[in-house]
């Protein structure tokens, strides 16, 4: 039988159906929510390719409105692994997409393509979007190819604002400077999706933070780390289902794999000035979080923005936590190495498992330097007299098979789970049972608590677009939306968990 979520609902709604679900067991590394899935290609040495550096993203026209930019979704071989392809589906055709570099307040209008064989949707993650280019998981963009999605079109893929070929997505970018991201987000299969390429940055400027004398040009790198794993013959390999949505049983804490990419690099090496480096980070893995640090010397990670653009004020790191979908915005200190240095950076969660190298090349002027204050936006508002939700996130029934919940519902795109006021400000309470990265739609929010004590961990601070909440834990962040009226979402952005139910709708009114 076609395991379709909706379908399921249909039948188990009428009779108050509910299947209690046992624990699949002890994750074998207690700070991974998922299970690791083992390359069957002979692997590269590591820090023998050079770190790329995905190119900008240019506008096709602009006029005093918008700037105009058209993004084809294809396939392409890359040689990620060397001396192997692989075929990944990729913004433009390159893995990661190309980045968006654009202005704060000025409206980029991107239309995509899609050239695939699979229905796609696109969300900019940290966006503050209307909500018919929010890229609601059923908005889908049919193939252009007249194909209809292959296995996925069954019919609990309707109801959505459905084009063919293309759509046309309008970001007003009116939002403070930020690292943003944008990928896949279709509807059961946003996690092989983004897996096969389906990811890139969208960074936001602004005047504020223009003015800073921070790390410019060819000393600001993005770092987007991503796990893969690769079959034999270079494929990507995936534990999807054959027949529907969501990943074997086994998997279904999350996907983790052996091949560490960097910027679509594995473990790749980068050559650098001994100066400061600004690097914004990006966890595009499915599920698996780091714990970023130098394995010898005195580099630090000096942090001076998070998901939602810069902090009021930097905050150093010896080690940065980032689970997936976070941002971290850090500047990182050549000047205490010598030439010829080389310095691994590795993730302490994994046993120090290498995730790329700097190698120090020279001595080099550096007039950089980093403010004591960086913005004044980002202290917590202390509102009085807020509207208060609960969301619990915890594994259940998701449609016939075992999944993952919100308040014990899989998602369900015809419900919605909250009536959401505009320009009151809310405190929303997340509850875990295992690991689970929380990404709310359309808003930043700012973490207030955090098992129950304002002392918050060293991560949690700015402004935030996604959490990364512990087992058994429990986080209150405050959040207003604004402007935009209609359906989002907020979910778990392990993406297996996210694929498997852990999603849900809310309205904004
Ligand atoms: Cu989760």
């Given at each position: 039988m076609k395991m379709s979520r909706r379908g399921f609902l249909a039948v188990a709604g009428g009779t108050g159906a509910a299947l209690t679900l046992t624990s699949c067991?002890?994750?074998?590394?207690?700070?991974?929510?998922g299970e690791l899935l083992r390359s069957k290609a002979k692997l590269p040495e590591p820090f023998q390719v050079p770190l790329p550096i995905p190119p900008v993203k240019k506008p096709i026209r602009s006029d005093a409105k918008a700037d105009y930019y058209q993004v084809v979704q294809r396939k392409a071989s890359l040689e990620i692994l060397p001396g192997l392809k692989t075929e990944a589906m990729g913004y433009?055709?390159?893995?990661?997409?190309p980045t968006f570099d654009v202005r704060s307040g000025r409206t980029a209008i991107v239309e995509q393509v899609n050239e695939l064989d699979v229905s796609t949707v696109v969300h900019l993650h940290g966006g503050h979007t209307p909500a018919p280019s929010?890229?609601?998981?059923?908005d889908l963009i049919m193939p252009a190819n007249g194909q209809h999605g292959g296995h996925q079109m069954g019919g609990h893929m309707e109801g959505g604002d459905m084009t063919t070929g293309r759509r046309t997505y309008t970001y007003p970018?009116?939002?403070?400077?930020a690292t943003l991201w944008y990928h896949d987000h279709t509807m059961d299969y946003t996690a092989p999706q983004v897996y096969r390429g389906l990811f890139g940055l969208h960074i936001i400027r602004d005047e504020e933070e223009a003015e800073l004398p921070l790390p410019k040009g060819d000393r600001e790198i993005p770092l987007i780390i991503a796990d893969r794993a690769f079959d034999a013959d270079g494929s990507f390999l995936y534990p999807a289902l054959k027949d529907g949505p969501g990943v074997e049983a086994k998997y279904m804490e999350g996907v983790v794999a052996d091949v560490t990419l960097v910027n679509g690099a594995p473990w790749p090496v980068h050559e650098v000035d001994a100066v400061r480096y600004r690097f914004r980070v990006l966890n595009a893995s499915n599920a698996r979080r780091y714990e970023l640090g130098f394995d010898k010397g005195p580099a630090t990670f000096v942090q001076i923005g998070s998901d939602g653009g810069l902090l009021d004020k930097p905050i150093e790191h010896k080690t940065l936590v980032v689970a997936p979908a976070e941002r971290f915005d850090v500047i990182v200190d050549f000047s205490q190495y010598q030439p010829g240095d080389e310095v691994t950076v590795v993730n302490r969660l994994d046993g120090n498992a290498n995730v790329m190298r700097f190698k120090i090349a020279r001595k080099a002027a550096d007039d950089t330097r980093i403010p004591a204050?960086?913005?004044?936006?980002?202290v917590t508002p202390r509102p009085a007299g807020v509207v208060r939700r609960e969301w619990r996130f915890r594994r259940g029934d998701a449609g016939g098979h075992r999944g993952w919940t919100i308040n014990g519902k899989a998602?369900?795109?015809?419900?919605?789970?909250a009536q959401v006021k505009l320009d009151q400000y809310e405190i929303w309470t997340f509850v875990t049972d295992v690991h689970h990265p929380v990404h709310v739609h359309l808003a930043p929010f700012q973490v207030l608590t955090r098992g129950g004590r304002s002392k918050l961990s060293e991560f949690d601070h700015g402004w935030k677009d996604t959490v990364d909440i512990r087992p058994a834990e429990v986080v209150e962040v405050l959040v207003k939306f604004t402007a935009h009226k209609g359906k989002y979402l907020i979910h778990c952005h392990n993406l297996e968990h996210e694929d498997m139910a852990m999603m849900a709708g809310f309205e904004t009114i």
């Open positions: 067991g002890q994750e074998a590394n207690p700070a991974q929510a433009d055709g390159i893995l990661p997409g929010d890229g609601w998981p059923l970018n009116a939002q403070r400077a204050t960086l913005s004044t936006y980002a998602f369900d795109p015809k419900v919605m789970q």
